[in-house]
């Protein structure tokens, strides 16, 4: 028995070891007709893999066509190191919190608490670890990021397809889009977003080599200026949209609970990151490159390349992209919904999904009475994500493995990154 587990369920606890052989029991069995497997193909996903396309596909989405605009508020040089410095950063901060999981998970474990009809949360992880007072700031900051973030979605969708359909105004297709973004309440959980991930990220792949592409072949413009930045308040605030934009794994713990063997987290993200990057830089570097300071009053790259079918593809799949964003942002908000009123482990499926309209209803509600999302995502970036993801899951880490006997196992040179973290981010 110890050699069929020591390599693949090496540093994972007793109670995963068993989880993780359960849910692999259940996607291997029962798949005898074609049916069956299809499905378990197309909705259940539980691999490292499907892992990787959730955290790259959710990492970037609207704020894919913003970013030739914060290279306008912070120049060349400046939106280059921030991508990357904030996407190392990220990825840093998101293996903190598989650290944690783990950590919560472990203990949770050992006292026989089955979670195989439960998703944890991250406030749930503040709250084992760390006492009620954690969870509730946890908890506060985490919704309300998903909250805006949802918000983000369904306004970027109405600004997107004005591009290819104006005869209605943002506001209409804000109501349109809500409704087709409130279907969402039917996906269970991140297990079954496999295939939307992994169109989700061929969509963003698209799109953003579309502007690369498109802005080169456009070349500069007459008289194209490069002058960012010019203020402080317009650097600061391109850095706060870059800082939004590696701000994707608030949704980390429920995309490594939907996994079979959530020790493997550790270094996703990162590669989900790395992969990000390579999307986020050309197209950012050749649209300010081409536009220059003209992106100042354009903040939808979009708007500035020629209209034709391939401007209006990257236009249609960027609008699937944030359907699909939507979802991962609110699925938290439905799981913490859920727990509230008691159905969390209902098994009807139609009777958590009416459960959950309430929590699309305010979504919707926000962004139709606030139908501008750059100065949203800039207020997010600002406030929420800089805690949400940076700050609290630093000092919880920094906390939980505080004592005498957990410092000797970890190096010295983390605890002195944790305590400079908060003061990187201003």
Known sequence: MASETSVADEKAPAGL???????????????????????????????????????????VAQVLLTLPYSFAQLGMVSGILFQLFYGLLGSWTAYLISILYLEYRTRKEKDKVDFRNHV?????VLDGLLGRHWRNVGLAFNCTFLLFGSVIQLIG??????????????????YIF???????????????????????????????????????MHGQAAGVKH???????????????????????????????????PQKFKAIY??????????????????YWAFGDELLTHSNALSLLPRDAWRDAAVILMLIHQFITFGFACTPLYFVW???????????????????????????????????????NSAVGSLLVSFTV???????????????HSREVRHFFLLLLHILLPFCLY
Not at 22 to 45: F, V
Not at 232 to 260: K, Q, R, S
Request: proline letters at 4%; hydrophobic letters at 45%.
């Open 17 to 59: 070891s068993r989880y993780e052989a359960d849910a692999e029991d259940g996607q291997d069995g029962g798949g005898g007709d074609g049916k069956s497997r299809l499905s378990g193909l197309l909705w259940h996903g539980g691999s490292a893999y499907d892992a990787w396309f959730s955290c790259a596909s959710n990492q």
């Open 270 to 287: 990162l590669l989900a990151t790395l992969y990000v990057l390579t999307l986020t830089l050309p197209s950012a570097s050749a649209a």
């Open 390 to 404: 940076y700050i609290i899951p630093a000092m919880a880490h920094m906390v939980t493995f505080r004592s005498p």
């Open 178 to 216: 809500g409704a087709c973004c409130a279907t969402t309440v039917f996906i269970p959980s991140f297990h079954n977003y496999r295939v939307w991930s992994f169109l989700g990220l061929l969509m963003t792949t698209y799109t953003a080599w579309y502007i690369a592409v498109a802005s080169l």
């Open 338 to 376: 859920e727990k509230l009123i008691g159905l969390h482990d209902c098994r009807s499926l139609c009777k958590r999904a009416a459960a959950r309209l309430p929590v699309v209803v305010p979504i919707w509600f926000l962004a139709i009475i606030f139908p501008f999302f750059g100065p949203i």
């Open 157 to 174: 969708c109405a600004s997107n397809i004005y591009y290819v359909n104006d005869h209605l105004d943002k506001r209409t297709w804000t």
């Open 227 to 261: 002058s960012g930045p010019t203020t402080i308040m317009l650097y600061f605030t391109g850095a706060t949209n870059i800082l939004y934009t590696f701000g994707g794994h608030a949704v980390t713990v429920e995309v490594m609970h939907a996994m079979w063997r």
């Open 120 to 124: 944890i949360q991250w406030f749930e």
